[in-house]
């Protein structure tokens, strides 16, 4: 079973984003809901974690400096993350290609974009 | 005529995504600029646009209607929703259509910074009609 952190400060966000990802086949996966990037990194930090989807504007920290944090860690540094955000344009995508995102998504999602950035990972 | 203008159609085409792939709803404009919504009804939430320029942009709504809308996305009864919901979903969309606002509006190139969205209470705040621009 994956399991799966979406951080997000929305709930209405992160339900939306559940939905995508039991239509796509999903449903099964262990879903740990973070509110900001510091609790999403606490929960990454203490258990294996297979996928991280996070929003970029969140309080405490932000989507950003969530993904430097992960992709400095010597333990999280392989873990796959996805941005999904309202605040996107090309110009921001390719700076967080830079830090280290797999995609960029733009809200609001849909699930033949959530499919099609988690092809790689529906694979395994 | 202001439909021709970038700003105008920017936010059009922003509100009506986000409102018929969130919520489902096909959205129309109301020609009628001299309707209000009742004060005892009105939700709203507002964003800051802290870069390129500085803005503020709001989204307000009948609270019947944002109780029908929170309804429908979380599948349950009238009865069973919560204040948290509601502000949530209002919260949620403002922050939806402004990122779609600033994306449709800008440059490939161009880089934009949002704030956080606020709940509002009371009334709508008077526009400062001085800082008014580029409309």
Redesign the interface.
């Known amino acids: 079973m994956k399991r799966i952190i979406i951080a997000d400060d929305s709930t209405t966000a992160r339900m939306f984003i559940k939905r995508c990802l039991q239509i796509i086949g999903l449903g099964d996966a262990e879903i740990i809901e973070a509110e900001h990037g510091k609790e999403a990194l606490a929960a990454a930090k203490a258990q294996e974690v297979d996928l991280l989807l996070t929003d970029l504007n969140m309080p405490v920290m932000d989507g950003e400096t969530l993904i430097k944090w992960v992709k400095a860690s010597p333990k999280l540094g392989d873990l796959p993350v996805i941005v999904i955000t309202s605040a996107g344009n090309p110009a921001k995508e390719a700076q967080l290609l830079e830090l280290g995102a797999h995609r960029v998504l733009n809200k609001p999602v849909s699930p033949p974009a959530m499919m099609d950035a988690l092809a790689d990972f529906l694979d395994d | 005529m202001i439909e021709h203008k970038p700003l105008y159609q920017a936010m059009i085409t922003a509100v009506s995504?986000?409102l018929e792939?969130?919520v489902f709803m096909e959205v129309m404009e109301h020609f009628d600029r001299s309707y209000d919504i009742p004060e005892e009804d009105l939700v709203w939430t507002s964003l800051l646009i802290n870069d390129p320029v500085q803005g503020e942009i709001r989204l307000a709504m009948p609270g019947t209607l944002l109780k029908k809308l929170t309804g429908n996305?979380?599948g349950i009864d009238e009865g069973d929703i919560t204040q948290?919901?509601m502000d949530?979903?209002l919260?949620?969309l403002l922050?939806?259509i402004?990122?779609?606002f600033?994306?449709n509006l800008?440059a490939?190139?161009?880089?934009?910074?949002?704030?956080?969205p606020e709940l509002g209470d009371g009334p709508l705040p008077e526009i400062d009609a001085i800082q008014l621009s580029g409309n």
């Open positions: 995504q986000t792939n969130m996305v979380f948290p919901q949530d979903i919260n949620e922050n939806t402004v990122g779609l600033m994306t800008l490939d190139n161009q880089e934009y910074k949002m704030g956080l």
